[in-house]
Nanobody, 126 residues
Framework: VQLQASGGGLVQAGGSLRLSCAAS?????????MGWFRQAPGKEREFVVS????????NYADYVKGRFTISRDNAKNTVYLQMNSLKPEDTAVYYC???????????????????WGQGTQVTVSS
């Protein structure tokens, strides 16, 4: 499956952004657990949130819980990340990823995901 992330940009602290990740070619989108990761300069890629195949279950990292919301529309082959109350420390390249080999939506390691989008830059100014 090919993933295309979009929606990043520059926003002031306290602002909001909505990221999208569209899937195309290869497999059935609803068969993939989807996740969002981020990577800041000089840091390792870190888990942000994941969502089950149906969209009924989610798993958030503590540092985004209550501020970010993941959702998916299987009819549109798209997963979304609504980011509210953004902080400068949220600045990073955000990547969407797909896990096709497991039903578990609690996968948090990048190595557990099979397919990756190209990333979209999110910059939060103070």
């Amino acid at each position: 499956v090919q993933l295309q992330a979009s929606g990043g940009g520059l926003v002031q602290a306290g602002g909001s952004l909505r990221l999208s990740c569209a899937a195309s070619s290869g497999g059935t989108f609803s068969s993939y657990v989807m996740g969002w990761f981020r990577q800041a300069p000089g840091k390792e890629r870190e888990f942000v949130v994941s969502i089950s195949r149906s969209g009924g279950s989610t798993n958030y990292a503590d540092y985004v819980k209550g501020r970010f919301t993941i959702s998916r529309d299987n009819a549109k082959n798209t997963v979304y990340l609504q980011m509210n109350s953004l902080k400068p420390e949220d600045t990073a390249v955000y990547y969407c990823a797909a896990n096709g080999g497991s039903r578990s939506w609690t996968r948090v390691r990048p190595s557990e995901y099979d397919y990756w989008g190209q990333g979209t830059q999110v910059t939060v100014s103070s």
